[in-house]
């Protein structure tokens, strides 16, 4: 990856900045000379990432304390942010996480609803007036299991995640505990995303907001210790040691939030650093409706 360019004068919000990958989004981000907001559930893990990057770019680091698996944390860490940056030029969404048991967050909705979906519904959509003043890039970090929801491959091609609508009066009827399936439940939240993320793209472009998402490779992460199926796990940290760093699956997020080349790029979906193809679902108009409308009605009670 090129370097990350001057950003001087730019304010970041970056969540998920505790993480492996987030560490390195938001020390990159920070080091470039980024005003990094990092929205983090534990602020003492921020300290960790400021005593790595040192001054004077650990300066540049502020801490907004959310869980974003709460809908009133996101709206409660939006208004802090919006209170206190007129004008926001990069969001990265990337917190998100696997859970192997069905789980419901204190809203009601499905865990990977919540966090890997409704966290960055929420945040772009509540912070629509600094982003629109800073004419941002908006960065949502997916995975490519949206593409194929096996956890191991199969001989018969992929299997994508789907997104039926049709009777869904709400989000909580989502990932349901009947048939709970970990790896799809988590892919379709990562589906969702990448819808709705299409529709936002078309509705910022007036005002130059850009919106993208990416999956980063197979990142060594803590996700991975729970999609790694269960015969596999006592080779766990063999398999981790054969994947990307934290600091490889940063790079791609960095370079769509940062690169010069991508300006004006919008409602794209790369893996790793190629553009490429999403299941049709996301591409649908009446399906990206109805998700915008349910989910505005969910940070609307």
């Not at 502020?62 to 969001?91: F, M």
């Not at 890997?116 to 600094?130: E, H, I, R, S, V």
């Not at 995303?193 to 060594?220: F, K, M, S």
């Amino acid at each position: 990856m090129s370097p990350v360019p001057d950003l001087t004068g730019q304010v970041a919000v970056v969540t998920g900045a505790t993480g492996g990958m987030g560490q390195e989004i938001a020390a990159g981000l920070a080091r470039a000379g980024a005003h990094v907001v990092a929205v983090a559930r534990n602020p003492a893990r921020v300290d960790a990432l400021r005593s790595r990057l040192g001054a004077p770019a650990a300066a540049r680091l502020e801490v907004v304390t959310a869980d974003l698996s709460r809908r009133a944390d996101v709206i409660a860490a939006a208004g802090t942010v919006a209170a206190r940056h007129e004008r926001i030029h990069l969001l990265v969404n990337n917190a998100g996480a696997h859970f192997a048991e069905h789980r419901l967050s204190p809203d009601g909705i499905e865990m990977h609803i919540a966090l890997d979906y409704l966290a960055a519904y929420g945040l772009t959509t509540l912070l629509d007036g600094p982003l629109r003043r800073g004419h941002a890039r908006v960065v949502n970090v997916a995975s490519d299991t949206l593409n194929d929801t096996r956890q191991v491959k199969l001989i018969g091609g992929p299997r994508p995640a789907t997104l039926d609508l049709t009777g869904v009066d709400g989000l909580a009827d989502l990932n349901p505990a009947a048939g709970f399936v970990p790896f799809e439940a988590y892919a379709r939240a990562k589906l969702m995303t990448v819808i709705a993320g299409n529709a936002l793209a078309r509705a910022l472009a007036p005002d130059a907001v850009t919106v993208n998402a990416l999956h980063p490779g197979i990142v060594a992460t803590d996700i991975i210790d729970d999609l790694v199926p269960a015969g596999l796990r006592p080779f766990s940290g063999l398999i981790r040691r054969s994947l990307l760093s934290p600091a490889d699956g940063a790079a791609t997020a960095l370079r769509l939030a940062t690169d010069p080349a991508l300006a004006g790029t919008t409602g794209r979906y790369f893996n790793r650093d190629a553009e490429a193809s999403t299941p049709p679902v996301t591409h649908d108009g009446a399906t990206q409706q109805r998700l915008l409308a349910l989910s505005e009605a969910h940070f609307a009670r």
